[in-house]
């Protein structure tokens, strides 16, 4: 057996020696009824402990390439090929080689901590339960009965919906669109998948802004995409940063989230959006505007959009109702050229054969009502108090020194202590005093920054929750 093992190489060494005598069964190499080394003397002969064998061992079993009979040793299986004999498929190398990436493990580990355990939730993007307009909607429900149609419907969605968003989008942001140039989706989530998958190829370059929620989305790494970072102050994203990277690189697309940024909170500045649709012009590059918080501004202040601006149509706009109504009702939307639109309305019929009738019922009937009008005024008052209730929190203790810019909507703070601390052994430290956040670096931001979601944290358990985090920063050695 001619193999040594790659050390440095990220793939168990178990795995390694599995997958080289596969591929010597698969060549014909190792013939059926092929007696292997013992577990001894092939870890003596690869210089690697003898679990390590087995664990190669079993897993060849476990897929029936191998059978091991005691006192005769490891065999190639006879029946390899036979018809007598069921293999397992090999899932673990099926997982490993599929082209989707999975989310980051610190993502998925808070993901699971939260849903696990009785943790106050700082950390989610969601809102919480008593945001969610739930007597509206069973008013709804009773007054209104369904009657619509059970079948499948329009490939871009509902149509008396798309009208209701065009109306909404027109009263609320000032954004004139026809209903053929509106793709309802499955939450914002899914209208950036359609459109990194449909529009952009493996190698294009896109540029997105730093620290930013796409960072945490392993959607451009699984497409095959360039990142470039956009640095952010308090005023957004500044212009000159795109005109430096342009210089260098040839930008496919910008994507940006120019009202209370997750997750900084901070706002575009007007002049900073008309020059940024100024170089979209003069460079030929589309922007995607993510905007799921623009509705929450607290003084009721909205806009304008970068797509209310656009007058050369080089925006494609994404909104939903998940930050600001229920993310369990799974409705987003992507305006755009109608070209491009029913090109992604094409991929989404392949997915999913459109949208499930009974959300976008119960959507239209909300977002055409006066229920709206009340819930999101609500929203806001209630949105406010719990960020003035995080802020007070964190300026009444001493433990915890940080910078943060007071967001005028949306849901998160973005803070930055003053201190070297090690982001990850605090969040452990945390979620062991029962309270979760997110670190700063999943936002690709460096590291001693961390995100709060005021949206999430039940009102009574906010300020409990700073408590146990000064607690955690403290008792983790960071304070």
Known sequence: MEFTPDRSAKKPIYKQIAEYIEKEISSGEFSPDTRLPSERALAKKLNVNRSTVVAAYNELES?????????????????????????????????????????LPLVQ????????????NLASGELAP???????????????????????????????????????????????????????????????HLIVQCLL?????????????????????????????????????????IIELQRKHRIRMLFLNPDHQNPTGTKLSINRRKRILELSSEYGIPIIEDDPYSLTSFNGDIGPCL????????????????????SGLRIGWIIGPQKVIEKLADAKQQVDFGHSVFPQWIANEFLGSPH?????????????????????????LSEVETDFIVPEGGIHLWCKLNEQ????????????????????????????????????????????????????LKSSGSG
């Open 130 to 192: 008593d945001l969610f307009p739930v007597d509206q909607f069973r008013s709804i429900l009773i007054k209104q009965p369904f009657s619509g149609h059970l079948g499948y419907d329009h490939p871009h969605g509902n149509e008396m919906l798309r009208e209701t968003i065009s109306n909404h989008l027109y009263n609320y942001k000032n954004i004139c669109v026809r209903p053929e140039s509106i793709l309802i989706t499955s939450g914002a989530q899914q209208a950036l």
């Open 109 to 120: 580990k808070i993901r699971t901590e939260t849903q696990k355990n009785a943790l106050i």
């Open 201 to 241: 190829k493996p190698g294009d370059t896109i540029a997105i802004e730093n620290p930013s929620y796409a960072y945490s989305l392993p959607l451009f790494q699984s497409a095959g995409l360039r990142i470039l970072s956009l640095p952010i102050d308090r005023y957004g994203v500044n212009p000159y940063s």
């Open 63 to 103: 897929i029936g390439l191998v059978e091991r009979k005691i006192g005769s040793g490891t065999h190639i299986n006879t029946d390899i090929w036979g018809i007598s004999h069921k293999r397992i498929p090999n899932w673990g190398r099926y997982v490993e080689d599929g082209s989707f990436l999975p989310n």
């Open 372 to 396: 709206f009008d009340l819930h999101i005024s609500l929203l806001r008052k209630h949105l406010k108090e719990r960020r003035d209730l995080i802020i007070s929190a964190l300026l009444n």
């Open 421 to 472: 601390i090690d982001e990850y052994k605090l969040l452990d430290a945390s979620m062991k005093k029962g309270v979760a956040f997110v670190p700063g670096s999943i936002f690709g931001s460096e590291k001693g920054s961390i995100r709060f979601s005021f949206g999430r944290g039940e009102k009574h358990l906010i300020e409990e929750g700073i408590y146990r985090f000064a607690s955690a």
């Open 307 to 326: 797509k209310s601006m656009d007058e050369n149509g080089n925006v494609v706009y994404i909104s939903s109702l998940s930050k600001i109504v229920a």
